[in-house]
């Protein structure tokens, strides 16, 4: 077998393999981006535990196909990079956001995404990074507890002190 082959084959395997473990990928067009942003790009998805690459179209086509991920085909097309999220589903798509609104003349685009096997569009992706964080949405569900659980009591104690003076 040709080295070149051999070398197109463990490039496959990389990208299945990297496949398998994230818990989300999100397709980015990436023209139109400068050497200085794309570090920063880089800085901010290693910050958010997301690992960045560009592969080749046809190669990363093949890896999805051999998982059984078919609904990439269009999007597969020009500059193409990725951004595997493993532990945080979200960080991809919520760095992107993030960082696009801090360099707004950056013309990078969301292409589509993978999120947990299911394929999403570009649309999908980008409102789907505009959640909050786990830890926020932890503290909001906290807190609407912590509000029912005050007015309950208040409600409880109105109702004994009520009972309290029909008892007098």
Request: without cysteine; hydrophobic residues 40%; charged residues 35%.
């Given at each position: 077998?040709?080295?070149?082959?051999?070398?197109?084959?463990?490039?496959?395997?990389?990208?299945?393999?990297?496949?398998?473990?994230?818990?989300?990928v999100?397709?980015v067009?990436?023209?139109?981006?400068?050497?200085?942003?794309?570090?920063?790009?880089?800085?901010?998805?290693?910050?958010?535990?997301?690992?960045?690459?560009?592969?080749?179209?046809?190669?990363?086509?093949?890896?999805?196909?051999?998982?059984?991920?078919?609904?990439?085909?269009?999007?597969?097309?020009?500059?193409?990079?990725?951004?595997?999220?493993?532990?945080?589903?979200?960080?991809?798509?919520?760095?992107?956001?993030?960082?696009?609104?801090?360099?707004?003349?950056?013309?990078?685009?969301?292409?589509?995404?993978?999120?947990?096997?299911?394929?999403?569009?570009?649309?999908?992706?980008?409102?789907?990074?505009?959640?909050?964080?786990?830890?926020?949405?932890?503290?909001?569900?906290?807190?609407?507890l912590?509000?029912?659980?005050?007015?309950?009591?208040?409600?409880?104690?109105?109702?004994?002190?009520?009972?309290?003076?029909?008892?007098?």
């Amino acid at each position: 077998m040709s080295r070149f082959l051999e070398e197109k084959k463990k490039i496959v395997s990389e990208v299945k393999d990297k496949l398998e473990k994230s818990n989300s990928v999100v397709l980015v067009d990436y023209k139109g981006i400068n050497v200085a942003d794309v570090t920063e790009l880089r800085r901010r998805f290693r910050e958010a535990g997301v690992d960045y690459k560009v592969y080749k179209n046809t190669l990363f086509k093949r890896a999805a196909e051999d998982l059984g991920i078919k609904d990439l085909s269009e999007f597969l097309e020009g500059a193409t990079s990725f951004a595997f999220g493993y532990d945080d589903a979200i960080a991809p798509a919520r760095t992107i956001n993030k960082f696009l609104k801090d360099y707004p003349k950056v013309t990078i685009k969301i292409k589509a995404g993978i999120i947990e096997k299911g394929f999403m569009d570009a649309e999908s992706v980008k409102t789907l990074g505009d959640l909050p964080t786990r830890e926020v949405l932890l503290s909001m569900l906290v807190g609407g507890l912590q509000g029912t659980v005050r007015n309950l009591a208040y409600m409880l104690n109105a109702i004994k002190e009520n009972k309290e003076a029909e008892a007098q």
